[in-house]
């Protein structure tokens, strides 16, 4: 049977469940098997470039050592940095895809102007490098910061709140269309995200996942 790895590039267990939950939707009868792991002596969360530096090592590696023990027919990175996806990309013949990457591009298709939810405030100058490099920064409207980190989450009573009245600003004051959560632990707010927000809301780890879905199920090539 065909296979989906979903790298979660921390420590942080609880992540993996959210993960599996988000792209429970996309098992399918007959399709590949996703399963979701992560990386034991990685960082708790990746809230720095110092920390996507350090992921981005521990991913290559994660995926070099898993193609030698049988390897996946695509990997999918779940941080929203992105961090080792080109150099993954040069490591493994399987198609490798970055949440960042794709919930971008799926949002492109949902409207014009892209606002990002993120977590810390350090986040966001990493995400407009990594838009920059896209060359998407004429479709990003505002990238604007919860204040809350990824381990946290999940336990922070008024998440929510804090998600639905950035992205209420999102879309009533700097006019975005579409928007997508810019963390992997966001995963589990989409669906009410979306209905409270009133626009589309890209959860980029289903994104992600759904792209590798079709590479796997139209056997085209990796990407580079």
């Keep these: 049977m065909a296979s989906i790895c979903i790298i979660n590039p921390t420590s942080t267990v609880h992540l993996d469940h959210g993960i599996d939950e988000a792209v429970r939707p996309l098992k399918v009868a007959g399709g590949p098997d996703f399963r979701v792991v992560h990386i034991e002596d990685a960082r708790p969360a ?22 030698r023990e049988g390897g996946a027919d695509a990997y999918v990175i779940a941080c929203f940095s992105d961090p080792g996806l080109h150099a993954a990309r040069e490591a493994t013949r399987a198609a490798v895809f970055g949440i960042g990457e794709s919930g971008l591009l799926t949002a492109m298709t949902l409207g014009q102007k892209i606002g990002v939810i993120s977590i810390l405030p350090n986040s966001i100058p990493r995400h407009w490098r990594m838009f920059g490099a896209m060359g998407i920064e004429p479709r990003i409207g ?6 809350i980190g990824v381990v946290e989450l999940e336990s922070t009573p008024d998440a929510m709140d804090r998600m639905v009245e950035k992205g209420l600003w999102l879309k009533d004051q700097a006019q975005c269309d579409v928007i997508v959560l810019g963390c992997a632990g966001m995963a589990p707010f989409e669906a009410e995200l979306t209905r409270r927000i009133g626009i589309p809301v890209i959860d980029p780890v289903r994104a992600a996942a759904a792209h590798a879905l079709g590479r796997v199920l139209l056997k085209t090539g990796a990407a580079r």
């Design 46 to 67: 990746v809230q720095s470039q110092s920390d996507s530096d350090l992921a981005g090592t521990q991913v290559v590696d994660l995926v070099s050592r898993l193609d």
């Design 142 to 147: 505002c990238d604007v910061s919860v204040g």
